[in-house]
Each structure stands twice: as C-alpha cells, then as structure tokens.
C-alpha cells in the first residue's frame, strides 16, 4: 500500500491495475459495492474513478484537492453519496461534510448514508439557491465541490463559493460538457468555464476525465479574496 501526495489517499498495485482507496470510516461496510481490502488492522474501500469524478481526478493527478483529515466540506451534487463517503473517510471524525442535493429519492439513501457516518449531514436544498441554506451552515468550509450537470454550472459553483467559501480555500468544479451546451465542442466549453471562473477565482489546475468520465473536466480554484 501507498500514500499518494492526497492527504488519506492510497494506491494499490494489482497486476496491471492501480487503484485508489481511502481508509474506511466505517469498517466491514462497503457503500455502493466497492471491494474491502484490508492490510493489517485497518481497512481500506477501493475508489471507482469512473463512478466519481474527484476519484478520476486524482487518477489522473490532479494538483490538489483541499481535502484533507479536518476539513469541512460543502459537497453539492451529493447524490447517492459514492463520492461523498470517500470525502468522509478522508476528513474523518475531526471534519464535516454538508451533503446538498435536490432529489428526493438521493436524499434517502443519503440519510441513511449519514447514519452510519456521523461526519456527514444531507441537506434537502437546490445549489442554486445558496440563500436558502445560508443559515444551516455555521462556519465558512475548506472546500466546496460541486457536481451537478446544469446548464448554469459555473454560475451556480460561483455563487457558493463567494458565500461559504473561506479566503484561501480550496473550489473544486466538476463541468458534464453536454449539460452545458450539446452543441458545442468539450473544449469550447471548458474554455468558456475557464472563463468564467478566472473572473473571480484563481485556477491552480485543470484536468479532462477522459477516459474515467467521458466529455468531463475539473477545475481546481483558489479563493484569494
């Protein structure tokens, strides 16, 4: 086993395969199927890059992601929660993770998700609306991610991170191209994120997913006022 330059993230050589892990919060349970893997007492949950885009981004090196033991966290596009736990195994106990999403039915199984991973709190909010949960957050976050496949994506992770994001934190925007605009070329609409995001945050690296998550990028931005 080895710690990768990501604070509790671990890769494992497997023939030809390298894969990723995170140390399980919650020993003995696995959350959407991935395998168990222990290594003298402490269990490790493999990471699927191609069921989560931050799992793709550390695949394919990404710089940085701000996550690490600690850190509270604003997830939006929480989802059933296969990108989430790993974040909740990465800050542990010491962290938090505020989990947004605004599909009933993923919210459920986020409650439940929660139960077992008291680091976690599912909120039941659009992400476009960042007003509307203003008052459920009582601390300024280390890191926003968000992943949700709107055409407003940029705009949306804007406005959540001039409002909880903390000076010198860490936004972290995974784009779906073809939520964007269908008719335009991935790259065209990267560039146009690029160009919306460098208005008001400082952009540190930037990946294409390809080929863990097709027609996919991520964004990695500082904020510096």
Known sequence: MKKLNYDSVFELVKGRRNII?????????????????????????????????????????????GISEGSVVLYLGASYGTTVSHVSDIVGMKGFVFAIDFAPRVLRDLVYLAEDRKNIAPMYFDANHPEEYKGRMATAVDVVFMDIAQREQAEIFLKNTDMFLKKDGIGILAVKARSVDVTKQPAKVFEEVRQKLQRKLKIIDYKILDPYQIDHCIFVCKKVN
Request: without cysteine; glycine residues 8%; hydrophobic residues 30%.
């Open 21 to 65: 892990l995170t140390k399980n919060l919650n020993p003995g349970k696995s959350v959407y199927g991935e395998k168990l893997i222990k290594e003298g007492d402490i269990e490790y949950r493999e990471w699927n890059p191609k069921r989560s885009k931050l799992g793709a981004a550390i695949m394919k090196e990404v710089k940085e992601t």
